[in-house]
């Protein structure tokens, strides 16, 4: 996974069979600062997906 360095709200979470290890863990954050208005913001997306793969919940959790 992938430290975020701010304050983020997680906004979903999956946890699937992995194609190349066993666990898939797919984290959506949500970007406050392009969700709060359009106007204001960067054009970035409003949400970014992390997405790891590992033999248990913790390795992915932590990889």
């Known amino acids: 996974m992938v430290e975020v360095s ?3 709200l997680i906004t979903g ?3 699937e069979i992995g194609h190349e290890r066993d ?3 797919t984290v959506e ?3 406050a600062a392009e969700s709060i208005s ?3 913001g960067r054009g970035d997306a409003p949400a970014q997906l992390y ?3 590992a033999d248990t ?3 992915a959790s932590t990889g």
């Open 6 to 8: 701010r304050s983020s």
């Open 13 to 15: 979470v999956a946890l």
């Open 23 to 25: 666990i898939r863990v």
């Open 29 to 31: 954050v949500l970007n």
């Open 38 to 40: 359009a106007e204001n």
């Open 51 to 53: 997405i790891a793969e």
């Open 57 to 59: 919940l913790s390795e």
